[in-house]
Structures are given as structure tokens and as C-alpha cells.
């Protein structure tokens, strides 16, 4: 298995540009996760869906975050418009619901907001 | 509010030596305890887990010690490598497919 995939893997853009980023998460896996680390406040959940329905959005810090999964195998995250205090790696993660246990974690998105 | 809160935020181990990494809770309503593993670069892994049905889980190296009382728990690395530098998370959840909450993360150097 090719694991959850993100991309991209780094993304440099300036304020006010609007920012997508992709996950597709393990074949099989029906709930998704998105976080965002910081050295300031390490792992942060900003939304998950369960069959790609969302299910707590409390995470997302403000109107300028938004995130779908139109089907089981994507989900995207968006900021618009991006500040550079949005800076910050990405991640996705994915687990079949069944088992409330390992988490599976893709390489992130690195975000610089300049 | 943190509901999970880790220390130290960094350490430095000589090879060799004990790592010890500790974590606090205060949902006692948590009952699933991880451990995850993060190299630059990569995304967090599964390193050990427990449950609060016993207070103690060694797998190889790395002991995952419980204390139910005191709403703690804590990592030791045996023998720490110079290939064990990474950053360690403890996280929790309760059973039934919520999310894990984190601490902040200890970065862990092991030196020569």
C-alpha cells in the first residue's frame, strides 16, 4: 500500500493567495483526518471526516479554512485568503473507523505563507 | 485548554542512556494512550500503545509505564541510539473513533 498521500510537499505563496491542499488517504480507511503542527502548538486537529462526512470542524481557527471529501479516496483543504501566520506543516491522516487505533499519517505539506 | 500536556520539550541522552519522556492527562474519560514516532521530513508513527487495563507495556526498547491515579503516563527508551533522535508525541482519545488529542512534542537528541 502506497500509504496516505499529500501533496504538494511544500508550498510557498503570498498573502492573500488561496491555498489547496490534497490528501488521498489508504484504500479501505473511512476516516480522515487533517492536522496542523507548529513548534508553538505542536499537532492541532483542525477537522475529521467519518465517510466522508464531516464531523467536528471546531479545529479550523477561522472562516478562511474550509475542507471536503467528495468521495472516499479525497479529501482537500483550503485557505482563502492565506496570512503568514498560516505557516505551518499539514497533515492528513487516515484509520478505519472500526478500530479507534493507528493512526496513519502522510508526509504533510509544508506551508510558508510570505 | 491543553488536555494533554508533555515534558520535557526537548532532551539530550548520551548513547546508551534512559529517555525519559512524560506525559499528563486530564480527561478521565481517556482510556487509549499512543505514542508516536516523527523523524524530520515524515509524518508521525505508531510507536507502542496502552490501554489503562494495565500499567505497564514493553515492546523491544521502548516501555510505556501507567499510572492511573495520578493521570500519567510515560515513555522509556532503553539503551537509547543515535537513530532514536526524533520527536516523540504521547496522545489519548476514548474508545469509539475520536480523535487523538496530542501533546506538544519532545524532540529527542541522542549523542555519541
Known amino acids: 500500500d502506497a500509504g496516505v498521500i499529500q501533496s504538494p510537499r511544500h508550498e510557498v505563496t503570498e498573502m492573500g493567495q488561496e491555498v489547496t491542499l490534497r490528501c488521498k488517504p489508504i484504500s479501505g480507511h473511512n476516516s480522515l483526518f487533517w492536522y496542523r503542527q507548529t513548534m508553538m502548538r505542536g499537532l492541532e486537529l483542525l477537522i475529521y471526516?467519518?465517510?466522508?462526512?464531516?464531523?467536528?470542524d471546531s479545529g479550523m481557527p477561522e472562516d478562511r479554512f474550509s475542507a471536503k471529501m467528495p468521495n472516499a479516496s479525497f479529501s482537500t483543504l483550503k485557505i482563502q485568503p492565506s496570512e503568514p501566520r498560516d505557516s505551518a506543516v499539514y497533515f492528513c491522516?487516515?484509520?478505519?473507523?472500526?478500530?479507534?487505533?493507528?493512526?496513519?499519517f502522510g508526509s504533510g505539506t509544508q506551508l510558508s505563507v510570505l | 485548554q491543553q488536555q494533554v500536556k508533555q515534558s520535557p520539550q526537548s532532551l539530550i541522552v548520551q548513547k546508551g542512556g534512559i529517555s525519559i519522556i512524560n506525559c499528563a492527562y486530564e480527561?478521565?474519560?481517556?482510556?487509549?494512550f499512543p505514542w508516536y514516532q516523527q523523524f524530520p521530513g515524515k509524518g508521525p508513527a505508531l510507536l507502542i500503545a496502552i490501554r489503562p487495563d494495565v500499567s505497564e507495556k514493553k515492546e523491544g526498547r521502548f516501555t510505556i509505564s501507567f499510572n492511573k491515579s495520578a493521570k500519567q503516563f510515560s515513555l522509556h527508551i532503553m539503551d537509547s541510539q543515535p537513530g532514536d533522535s526524533a520527536t516523540y508525541f504521547c496522545?489519548?482519545?476514548?474508545?469509539?473513533?475520536?480523535?487523538?488529542?496530542f501533546g506538544k512534542g519532545t524532540r529527542l537528541s541522542v549523542i555519541a
Open positions: 471526516f467519518n465517510n466522508n462526512v464531516p464531523i467536528d
Open positions: 496522545a489519548a482519545s476514548i474508545s469509539g473513533n475520536t480523535p487523538l488529542v
Open positions: 480527561n478521565t474519560a481517556f482510556d487509549y
Open positions: 491522516a487516515s484509520r478505519r473507523r472500526e478500530t479507534n487505533e493507528k493512526l496513519f
